[in-house]
């Protein structure tokens, strides 16, 4: 059995770690702003997930989800706010 490490903010978070709220919660930025995949500044508000793909690691808003296809094509790099 393998185990995923990544790091996130100098902290390593394991696959079982992977829940939207981790990287909510560990975004450290107190006026409530996310950077998304495609490097803009958004409102926490408007994330719907957050994608560990180290190459666009970042939060997503409904128009990069539907943009990139994460739900249809079940990503399992996308981790859903719930």
Not at 45 to 50: A, D, N, S
Not at 66 to 71: A, F, G, K, T, V
Request: proline letters at 0%; one cysteine or more.
């Amino acid at each position: 059995m393998s185990t995923v490490t990544i790091t996130f903010n100098d902290n390593y978070l394991h696959l079982s770690d992977m829940r939207y709220s981790v990287f909510d919660l560990s975004s450290s930025n107190a006026n409530h702003t996310r950077r998304c995949i495609d490097g803009k500044i958004t409102g926490s508000g408007k994330c719907v997930g957050y994608c560990t793909f180290y190459e666009h690691e970042g939060f997503l808003t409904r128009q990069l989800r539907q943009e990139h296809d994460c739900l249809k094509k079940g990503c399992r790099y996308y981790v859903n706010r719930k």
